[in-house]
Nanobody, 127 residues
């Protein structure tokens, strides 16, 4: 059974930083690319970061580029999201997800390409 558990969310002031973690189990982690998404109240789920299975390739949308960094530790079966210079509009529930397909190097920014999801962790940024 595949499980993803996010942690590290919380309340932070604008300009602050948080580091999210996503611990996985039940899969051969180093075979799969990973993504982070977020969903704010009343809005659709938004893609915010991708990392391929080896950790070499990453991708971000303009909304978080140069502020957020995705990384992974395949020995710990964990993917991370370092978030800097946080803004109130970053307030959302953040979730990690496992991409479909093994050893896939194609950038995946579409929800439909992700197979397993965590429950999410709340991030709130005050102004």
């Amino acid at each position: 059974q595949v499980q993803l558990v996010e942690s590290g969310g919380g309340l932070v002031q604008a300009g602050g930083s948080l580091r999210l973690s996503c611990a996985t189990s039940g899969l051969t982690f180093d075979m799969y690319s990973m993504g982070w998404f977020r969903q704010a109240p009343g809005k659709e789920r938004e893609f915010i970061a991708f990392i391929n299975w080896s950790g070499i390739r990453t991708y971000y949308p303009d909304s978080v580029k140069d502020r957020f960094t995705i990384s992974r530790d395949n020995a710990k079966n964990t993917v991370y999201l370092q978030m800097n210079s946080l803004k109130p509009e970053d307030t959302a529930v953040y979730s990690c997800a496992v991409s479909k397909g093994r050893y896939d190097n194609t950038i995946r920014n579409d929800i439909g390409h992700y197979e397993y999801w965590g429950q999410g962790t709340q991030v709130a940024v005050s102004s």
